[in-house]
């Protein structure tokens, strides 16, 4: 129904790791696994939910990742959390800013340890999330 470019490469100017993340939204989510084997031969790995109920998840590239295919069926609540996050940070540079400080600080400190980088800015995201969630209501 709708394709949405999302996380940080989505916002000018925040610094980011070259990844694209997309986000399809579909009529029906449970259709997708069909496609699990098509998404393969394109070189994205089916991974399912991948701990986030409702989404189905596909990665693109192993260890050197390049895309990140996060799909939801149209009327999910991690669609709006993701576009309000995404606009918000574009039309906040003082917390585009503030983010992609934290984002580099944490990944010189734990180079080798994604979930480490990952919990580190938990806390900030969710904060701004919640930010966002209420500007984009507004907007």
């Known amino acids: 129904m709708d394709i949405h470019h999302i996380g940080s490469t989505a916002v000018p100017?925040?610094?980011?790791?070259?990844i694209i993340d997309?986000?399809?939204?579909?009529?029906d989510i449970a259709r997708i696994d069909a496609y699990n084997e098509a998404m393969g031969?394109?070189?994205?790995?089916?991974?399912?939910?991948?701990g986030l109920e409702g989404r189905r998840y596909f990665p693109k590239g192993g260890d050197?990742?390049?895309?990140?295919?996060?799909?939801?069926?149209?009327?999910?609540?991690?669609?709006?959390?993701?576009?309000a996050f995404r606009d918000y940070l574009r039309s906040h540079p003082e917390a585009a800013n503030e983010y992609g400080s934290l984002k580099e600080k944490l990944a010189l400190r734990y180079s080798n340890d994604p979930a480490s980088y990952?919990?580190?800015?938990?806390?900030?995201?969710?904060?701004?999330?919640?930010?966002?969630l209420a500007w984009y209501t507004k907007a």
């Open 13 to 18: 100017g925040l610094k980011a790791k070259p």
């Open 22 to 27: 997309m986000l399809p939204v579909v009529k």
């Open 41 to 50: 031969q394109l070189g994205y790995v089916p991974r399912g939910e991948f």
């Open 64 to 83: 050197n990742r390049t895309h990140h295919v996060h799909m939801y069926q149209t009327g999910h609540p991690a669609t709006k959390r993701h576009l």
């Open 118 to 132: 990952v919990n580190g800015k938990e806390a900030w995201v969710m904060a701004t999330e919640q930010k966002a």
